[in-house]
Antibody
């Protein structure tokens, strides 16, 4: 059974760096075709894709956020870590990580999400 | 402004059928698989349709997906009050090298 869970701070001050961890089970990020994506959703707004890491360590980032995002993976600990620099109140959102399949043609398992509030 | 365009809202009566459209371009829908997600209030999105028209295990056959050119459609028949949710389409955009979602459609079952 595939599960994912996001963890990290719930409150971050503007200009700080946000670090979120996705801890997963039930699959290996070394398996061909698998990926882990990060998606966020500001309160009352639509889903916004942020980043994606593939089984071969290839990474893709949202063009609008690319300069602020970094993805790393720890295969042995089954974790994917997202770092976002220079946080702003507009980054307040629920952040989800999700399992991507088939070379990442979709996301079939999602974490419960973690709400991050950016405020001084 | 989302790369994929969805109607903000749709509504229909219980038992009826509804369709939700998702319009894109050749760089996304036109040349990549589309997936659809349901998000019930306060919960994480759930995959409903993958590969344009495939239902994952456990998704009832009253849900269907189709794609034609640069547009995709989600269909739901036999509407139930439990179908009230936000629905999102998503796909890869080859020009942006980015995953893109639609702006979401709120389904109301009257």
């Amino acid at each position: 059974q595939i599960t994912l869970k996001e963890s990290g701070p719930t409150l971050v001050k503007p200009t700080q760096t946000l670090t979120l961890t996705c801890t997963f089970s039930g699959f290996s990020l070394s398996t061909t075709g698998v990926g882990v994506g990060w998606i966020r959703q500001p309160p009352g707004k639509a889903l916004e894709w942020l980043a994606l890491i593939y089984w071969d360590d290839e990474k893709r980032y949202s063009p609008s956020l690319k300069s602020r995002l970094t993805l790393t993976k720890d295969t042995s600990r089954n974790q994917v870590i997202l770092t976002m620099t220079n946080i702003d109140p507009v980054d307040t959102a629920t952040y989800y990580c999700a399992h991507g399949f088939g070379g990442v043609i979709g996301f079939d398992y999602w974490g419960q999400g973690t709400l991050v509030t950016v405020s001084s | 402004q989302s790369v994929l365009t969805q109607p903000p809202s749709v509504s229909a009566a219980p038992g009826q059928k509804v369709t939700i459209s998702c319009s894109g371009s050749s760089s996304n829908i036109g040349n990549n698989y589309v997936s659809w997600y349901q998000q019930l209030p306060g919960t994480a999105p759930k995959l409903l349709i993958s590969d344009n028209n495939k239902r994952p295990s456990g998704i009832p056959d009253r849900l269907s997906g189709s794609k034609s050119g640069t547009s995709a459609t989600l269909g739901i028949t036999g509407l139930q009050t439990g179908d009230e949710a936000d629905y999102y389409c998503g796909t890869w955009d080859s020009s942006l090298s980015a995953w893109v979602f639609g702006g979401g459609t709120k389904l109301t079952v009257l």
